[in-house]
Every structure is written in structure tokens, then in C-alpha cells.
């Protein structure tokens, strides 16, 4: 029984100093310069055409892949009145969301709200949220932290050679670590 106790301390210890240079690689991963995104340019993949939510345009301006994962920031140009996300929940990932130009309805829990130009809305993970688009046009900054894979979703939708049906839309989602728990939320 020592003899047990011992090699588990051992090995535990032996261990632990393998974790911590994982965590510094990691480190060492990250982008460690600064970069510019120009106005109108996504970072990554140029501009994605979105299919099945909405055929809105994003564009990629901080990768997850830039920041090990901590975060990823998107500006999605909304080209589709009336048309939004399902009703969803993201269980690991906080969502910030700053509208540039136009106007959205969302649904946060069981409380909506109507953002215009200027406006800003924090949507806590694990909790079910929806927006849609209510101007002709619009536009939005939209950032996850961590990161999580949104991109991933995103890069996916855009690359269909079809629309997707709901059934698809949902199991993209389910992939990408988010869960569809209701339908579209509609303009009122």
C-alpha cells in the first residue's frame, strides 16, 4: 500500500510539470504582434455568404485562431429583414453584440429587446437567446469569449452548396458546440 502511495506522489508529481509546459506552449502559440483588419476585409476567408439562419455576410476580424481560443470577433453585414437565429443556447461561450447601423430585435431568456444604432447587449452564456433582423440593413459587431466554435459554424454554412433545411441548421449547431432550443424569433 505505501509502495502505491508513493509511485501515484511520483507520478502525480512527474505529471504536473508536463501540464505547466502545456500551458506555456500554449502561450507561445498565441500571436504575440498586433494586426490591422482593414474596413470592408474579413481576416480569414474573406467575406463567408451565410446560408440556412440568413444570407447575411461575415467577416472574420479576430480568428479564434489568433487568440488561442479566448476570443473571436465577427462583423456581420445583415442583408435579411425579418430573418434571425434561431432560438439557442451556447452553454460555454459569452456572446456581446454592438449594432453599427440598422435595427434588431432579440430575446434574451424570457426579456427582448430592440437595439438601433449605438446599442450594445450582452448575452450570458447558458442562457437561450434569439435576434433577428427588423431594418432593411444592417450591421453588427459580434464578440465571443472564449471563442469557442462559431467560426467553425460559420466557415460550414457558408461553404453548402444548397440552403440548408431546419434539421440541418440544428445539427450544424449541435457540431458546433450550440444547442437550437426554439424557433426564429419573429418581428412583432
Known amino acids: 500500500m505505501k509502495r502505491y502511495t508513493f509511485l501515484t506522489v511520483i507520478l502525480s508529481l512527474i505529471g504536473y510539470p508536463l501540464l505547466a509546459l502545456s500551458k506555456i506552449k500554449n502561450s507561445v502559440d498565441r500571436i504575440n504582434k498586433g494586426f490591422k483588419i482593414s474596413a470592408g476585409e474579413g481576416r480569414k476567408y474573406g467575406h463567408l455568404t451565410l446560408k440556412?439562419?440568413?444570407q447575411n455576410v461575415l467577416d472574420v476580424k479576430i480568428s479564434g485562431s489568433d487568440t488561442n481560443g479566448d476570443l473571436a470577433i465577427f462583423e456581420q453585414t445583415s442583408l435579411s429583414k425579418g430573418r434571425g437565429t434561431p432560438l439557442h443556447v451556447h452553454p460555454s461561450q459569452d456572446e456581446i453584440f454592438y449594432v453599427i447601423e440598422g435595427s434588431y430585435l432579440f430575446k434574451v431568456?424570457?426579456?427582448?429587446y430592440h437595439l438601433t444604432a449605438g446599442d450594445s447587449i450582452f448575452l450570458p452564456r447558458q442562457v437561450p437567446?434569439?435576434?433577428t433582423q427588423a431594418a432593411d440593413k444592417g450591421?453588427?459587431?459580434?464578440?465571443?469569449?472564449?471563442?469557442?466554435?462559431?467560426?467553425?459554424?460559420?466557415?460550414?454554412?457558408?461553404?453548402?452548396?444548397?440552403?440548408?433545411?431546419?434539421?440541418?441548421?440544428?445539427?450544424?449547431?449541435?457540431?458546433?458546440?450550440?444547442?437550437?432550443?426554439?424557433?426564429?424569433?419573429?418581428?412583432?
Open 52 to 54: 440556412g439562419v440568413n
Open 109 to 112: 431568456g424570457e426579456d427582448k
Open 129 to 131: 437567446h434569439a435576434w
Open 139 to 188: 450591421k453588427m459587431l459580434v464578440i465571443l469569449q472564449p471563442a469557442g466554435k462559431l467560426e467553425n459554424f460559420f466557415v460550414n454554412v457558408a461553404g453548402l452548396d444548397h440552403e440548408p433545411s431546419a434539421a440541418e441548421v440544428a445539427s450544424e449547431f449541435s457540431k458546433n458546440e450550440m444547442q437550437v432550443v426554439g424557433p426564429p424569433l419573429k418581428l412583432e
